[in-house]
């Protein structure tokens, strides 16, 4: 093939070119813009992760909070654990889902768009950390449903061995509506108040932890003290109920934290390696200051240490550094223990399983020390343009202290309501009897 015929037709295609440019570019603009299919791998990832923190709340949860308590009291707390979470679940897809993520520009409230999951279907998606990255609006839901499920839960511990069960579970559907979804929705939703101050909260430190500790201290103040608290012996009737509970609740931690990501990333894998070495450090830590303390370190102690460095980890999983994580999780665990074994001995309060002295002081230490250890001068992920150090903390301290108010002062009233109704209190003689069989009718061990 000669040289002038290989040009005529380059000539050719070039004109060629030149004549269909403008139909093809009209094609494109009247083409519908390409619809974002989910992954495969992150929707099974985040399966995965929704099923991990199911298993927290049932059984991990439950043998926890059973374990801690006497043995006539074993299956109040599995129930209340069980029938709450079942509770909390179906008002999460009547209107929770809504009220958190309805669209609603609303700064404290997502509406009622999404009421019964309106609007929600196989088909609708929602979106990840990276643009671009979907996954089905259903499996984002579902995990959000965990969340909120175990929340309430995890403040049953505070008062547990003397409230009555139709308070139990009437209170915590209360504070789920007035006070957990809101929350949910200010710090979460884009539309939010809390978000929209660029507070960090990767998991759950205000949503979760400072929110169930606090109103968990309320609880166990406004219910009181249980009959013979201080003079009889309390002591948890089952130490290996616990440890199983702990161990099942740190492995379904990685589907919280790593969940939270949303994608099976790298996001992901920094919050489980965190998750990891977080709560090791805390484990070791806190054992290191029973043994400073009282010359013994307990199986008891290494637990609390456990959910410690968890609960403190929480918000910081995927914005610090391995090494920040190890630090927050040696430092978490003296704080937690003296408000264990002073503070609480001090004003006298009973709270059962120490929910607010591990929740809710490792709650507020993880949402404080995210905003420093998120720094990229040690090891985090770095601020957003423009933001410091100190400004990143004082914006944590905002979120941790609207968050309090808002907990602090709605449990109050929710308490009080479900008192006037249906009476926070067993009677003496029930409280005396065990829970198991004055309140369910049956019992966990048989002699």
Not at 305 to 334: D, K, Y
Not at 383 to 403: N, R, W
Request: proline share 3%; net charge neutral; aromatic share 12%.
């Amino acid at each position: 093939m000669s040289f002038r015929t290989l040009a005529s037709r380059s000539s050719l295609v070039a004109a060629s070119a030149l004549l269909i440019a403008p139909a093809v570019a009209f094609a494109q603009e009247a083409a519908p813009a390409a619809v974002a299919v989910p992954e495969k791998g992150d929707t099974a990832f985040m399966f995965l992760s929704t099923i991990l923190v199911l298993f927290m709340i049932i059984p991990g949860l439950g043998l926890f909070y059973g374990g801690l308590v006497r043995a006539k009291n074993m299956l109040s707390v599995l129930m209340q654990c069980t029938v709450i979470a079942a509770a909390v679940m179906i008002a999460w897809v009547v209107y929770g889902y809504s009220f958190a993520f309805g669209g609603s520009t609303n700064a404290f409230f997502g509406g009622f768009a999404k009421i019964f999951l309106a609007g929600v279907d196989p088909t609708t998606t929602a979106a990840t950390f990276s643009k671009g990255v979907v996954i089905p609006e259903y499996i984002f839901a579902m995990f959000q449903m965990t969340f909120a499920a175990i929340t309430p839960c995890l403040i049953i511990g505070a008062f547990a061995e003397r409230i009555r069960f139709s308070a139990a579970v009437l209170f915590c559907l209360l504070w789920v509506t007035f006070v957990y979804f809101p929350i949910a929705h200010m710090v979460w939703d884009s539309n939010g108040l809390i978000f929209g101050w660029g507070a960090l909260d990767f998991a759950g430190g205000t949503v979760v932890h400072i929110n169930a500790g606090v109103a968990g201290l309320i609880g166990a103040i406004m219910v009181g003290k249980r009959v013979g608290f201080g003079k009889d012996m309390m002591a948890p009737h089952s130490m290996t109920l616990t440890y199983v509970g702990a161990a099942m609740l740190w492995v379904g931690w990685f589907g919280f934290n790593a969940g939270s990501n949303l994608e099976a990333s790298g996001g992901a894998m920094l919050a489980t390696v965190n998750t990891f070495v977080a709560t090791a450090a805390a484990i070791l830590s806190w054992c290191a200051v029973e043994a400073f303390a009282r010359g013994k370190a307990s199986m008891l102690g290494a637990a609390s240490g456990m959910i410690a460095g968890l609960v403190a980890i929480t918000p910081a999983a995927g914005t610090v550094g391995p090494m920040g994580a190890i630090v927050m999780g040696v430092l978490v665990s003296p704080l937690c223990y003296f408000f264990v074994s002073v503070v609480k001995n001090k004003f006298g309060y009973d709270d059962t399983a120490d929910v607010f002295g591990v929740h809710g002081i490792g709650g507020l230490f993880g949402a404080l020390a995210t905003g420093i250890f998120a720094s990229a001068s040690l090891g985090g992920v770095g601020y957003v343009e423009g933001v410091t150090m100190a400004g990143q903390f004082v914006t944590q301290v905002k979120a941790v202290l609207v968050t309090i108010a808002w907990t602090g002062i709605g449990s109050i009233i929710l308490y009080k309501v479900t008192d006037i109704v249906v009476g926070l209190r067993v009677p003496v003689e029930a409280e005396r009897e065990g829970l198991d069989l004055a309140s369910h009718g049956e019992a966990a061990y048989h002699a």
